[in-house]
């Protein structure tokens, strides 16, 4: 069944003209258990690599509609406004925001990071859990599938009707192991670097079908492709599934500050908004079983 999402491109575009200024939420409390401080007191008591500075990671291309035009600075896309909504949290102004760039790899790798905290759809795992510090989710979606006119992925409408074509994902990723055990695949999944070869690979009939979490497939399906279908989510995956973390380092002081700023922006409704604004609305979107 093919499925085309005229009105998600819609709402992607005019996304795309507006500028996301990050929500700010009076009343709503300091990120830290600390009673009655300023926003700029909070920021002073912080830890972070460089004083008075927030120092946030990204991949570099980052996608929309998570970030847009690859610029994480102009506050555009739903993933960069998270972050300056985290940061007017934490106490620090959009001008004490500091960017740079990582591999997915590199966020996730033990070790010290050169940043305070990182944001880029890193899955909250268990094995990733012993390398790095996770802030609670700002984001559960769902994994789902796109293929474009014409492959034989084209009218799947269960997942038996999968099995038999040729699956791609991006290596390293929740969607890759979706891939592997909701479809399960008679061949085996073929793994690529980023999502510029995942698609490529399908133009190029490499592979049948993409996995992807379900915002980028949205977008693939309907901005990036010529004919993309979104075939649907992959059963289990939007409830209770795929959640993304902010990453810091394993055992950061900054933790406890990040994760309950994030919490206060879910309990606010500043996510909902937020997605909302950047994201698009999955309903209506098949699941196949």
Not at 40 to 62: D, F, M
Not at 211 to 226: C, E, G, I, K, R
Not at 229 to 254: E, I, R, Y
Request: aromatic residues 6%.
């Amino acid at each position: 069944m093919r499925i085309r999402w005229t009105s998600v491109v819609a709402v992607t575009v005019a996304a795309l003209g507006l500028a996301a200024c990050a929500p700010t939420d009076s009343g709503s409390g300091s990120a830290t258990t600390a009673p009655a401080t300023t926003q700029a007191t909070t920021a002073a008591a912080l830890a972070t690599v460089t004083t008075g500075k927030l120092t946030i990671a990204t991949s570099e291309p980052a996608y929309e509609p998570w970030m847009v035009g690859d610029d994480p600075t102009n506050g555009k896309g739903y993933e960069t406004a998270v972050a300056y909504a985290v940061a007017d949290k934490l106490g620090f102004a959009k001008d004490d925001v500091v960017w740079v760039r990582q591999t997915f790899d590199q966020l996730i790798a033990p070790g010290v990071k050169n940043f305070d905290f990182a944001i880029n759809q890193v899955s909250i795992t268990d094995e990733r859990k012993a390398s790095v510090d996770f802030s609670s989710s700002y984001y559960d979606t769902a994994q789902a599938v796109v293929t474009i006119k014409g492959s034989k992925a084209e009218t799947a409408k269960s997942l038996a009707d999968l099995k038999s074509v040729k699956i791609g994902a991006m290596v390293g990723t929740t969607s890759l192991t979706a891939a592997q055990e909701s479809i399960a695949p008679t061949t085996q999944v073929q793994v690529f670097n980023d999502n510029d070869q995942l698609t490529q690979a399908l133009t190029a009939g490499l592979v049948d079908a993409i996995v992807l979490d379900l915002p980028t497939a949205l977008y693939v399906a309907n901005a990036q492709l010529n004919d993309g279908v979104l075939v649907g989510q992959l059963p289990n995956s939007s409830a209770g599934g795929d959640q993304f973390g902010l990453v810091l380092d394993k055992g950061s002081s900054l933790t406890p500050a990040v994760t309950a700023a994030v919490d206060a922006l879910r309990s606010a409704g500043t996510l909902d908004a937020l997605q909302q604004q950047w994201l698009t609305d999955a309903a209506g979107a098949p699941v196949l079983k």
